[in-house]
């Protein structure tokens, strides 16, 4: 029998927003701001930061009730939050927005799966050992010899379309590609990557978005074939442990197995799966986007490879697709010299942070030499730091160094209609259609 439901997992939120436009807490002053906080509309979807701009300014922290959260907007406020993860746990974090419908509900129940929390939504304690374990086995050496294998791959891909003199580099790149490097660090094979993605693809919006009685049902089916999968990839492995992070892993459980049991070792790769390529493909199309926008930008890449790195950095900062995470309060507390009460939710604007002009001074401006990019938050911050930020950048890097390299002339398609996914915390550009000319040799 499925432990989601025990676990609380997978259901509706502590509290959460059975219908929209809830009224306030009592206690709770009106906000102007708040009442104008739309997170799903096609306006905000679209581009939320001039909302964000005037959020930092009006009223950094504001109640939304279409939401039931406590919006956070400020850079420091933020990082003070991530950084008291005894008084704003991560317990939230993968608990549906959208409360699950009856269908879905009997779906979810009839699962032979044993979710549990893992990494993510666990509590300090116990996020602390198990970050150490499994985050130490996350090593530079690790990261940097799947390199010449992530660069075959990229190439491959644009080998596939470099003749063609146009693209959709969503679908025709950066949709494989972190889920296949993903599979490459975990051991597992290349030919399923596209398998784990298409069950990958949905949970986004499932889980933090507003999804439909269908899509909610598909959503549950699909929850037991990926963990099937999984089961099958850490039983493998722990037959037969290779050369890589998953069996790195599975020797560890061998030499104490007190130290995490086989079930949380499912959980983690579980876990893993999903978060190591979504959010790499949405941020890799937000970054191309914003540089072929901005052409003297990608034209000096092409000429000073050696800014990718930081370009890397200031891509994540100026446009991140984790850009809202949650957290909720454990006893009543203050953000920014604002009373919260225990038991709220709390949504923090990561993308609103990034261009805090207090933190990076003239936060509205894409500028991919500019200095101190690297202390974004699109990793987080503070104790639950993502600890595959390393993997990520190292796609990311590889991904610009190609293209500039051989597509220097990649130009953005006019009169593009921009789509994004309707989540409350991931944000990525669905399609990004470019050109080129084939008259100029392709490298």
Not at 280 to 294: E, F, P, Y
Not at 333 to 347: F, N, Q
Request: hydrophobic share 40%; with cysteine; aromatic share 10%.
């Amino acid at each position: 029998m499925s432990t989601i439901k025990q676990l609380g997992m997978f259901q509706s939120e502590p509290d959460g927003p059975d219908a929209p436009d809830a009224a306030a807490p009592e206690g709770c002053p009106a906000s102007a701001l708040g009442a104008a906080f739309e997170p799903f509309s096609d306006a905000y979807l679209a581009d939320p930061y001039p909302f964000f701009e005037r959020a930092r300014r009006e009223e950094p922290v504001f109640y939304s009730p279409e939401t039931g959260y406590w919006v956070v907007a400020r850079h420091d406020d933020i990082v003070s939050v991530f950084r008291d993860p005894k008084t704003f746990s991560a317990a939230l974090a993968r608990h549906p927005v959208t409360p699950l419908c009856p269908a879905a509900a009997k779906v979810r129940d009839g699962l032979d799966i044993a979710i549990e929390p893992s990494l993510v939504d666990e509590d300090p304690e116990t996020h602390l050992k198990h970050r150490k374990i499994f985050g130490d086995a996350f090593t530079p050496r690790r990261v940097a010899e799947i390199e010449p294998r992530i660069r075959a791959i990229v190439t491959r891909y644009i080998d596939r379309f470099a003749g063609d003199g146009e693209a959709e580099l969503v679908s025709q790149m950066l949709y494989e590609v972190p889920a296949l490097a993903i599979f490459i660090f975990l051991g597992a094979r290349d030919d399923d990557a596209v398998f784990v993605k298409r069950l990958g693809s949905a949970r986004a919006v499932v889980n933090w978005g507003r999804p439909d009685e269908d899509q909610q049902v598909a959503m549950m089916k699909d929850m037991g074939e990926h963990w099937a999968f999984t089961k099958e990839l850490v039983d493998a492995a722990l037959e037969d442990p290779g050369d890589n992070y998953l069996g790195d892993m599975v020797r560890l459980h061998r030499e104490d197995p007190s130290r995490f049991t086989v079930n949380y070792l499912y959980n983690v790769m579980f876990l893993m799966q999903f978060a190591g390529h979504e959010t790499t493909t949405q941020a890799s199309a937000n970054g191309l986007k914003a540089l072929l926008a901005d052409r003297a930008q990608w034209d000096r890449l092409c000429r000073e490879p050696g800014l990718i790195a930081n370009a890397v950095e200031e891509i994540l900062r100026f446009d991140t697709s984790i850009f809202a995470w949650r957290r909720i309060a454990t006893r009543d507390a203050e953000i920014g010299g604002v009373a919260v009460p225990a038991g709220a939710k709390i949504l923090l604007l990561l993308g609103s942070g990034n261009r805090d002009d207090a933190a990076f001074p003239d936060g509205e401006r894409f500028d991919i030499e500019r200095a101190d990019a690297k202390r974004h938050l699109a990793f987080g911050n503070g104790a639950h730091f993502c600890m595959g930020a390393p993997l990520a950048r190292l796609e990311m890097r590889i991904v610009l160094e190609e293209l500039t390299r051989r597509l220097p002339g990649m130009r953005l398609v006019e009169g593009q209609d921009w789509q994004y996914v309707p989540t409350l915390t991931f944000r990525g550009v669905q399609k990004l259609r470019v050109a080129w000319d084939t008259e100029t040799p392709v490298r």
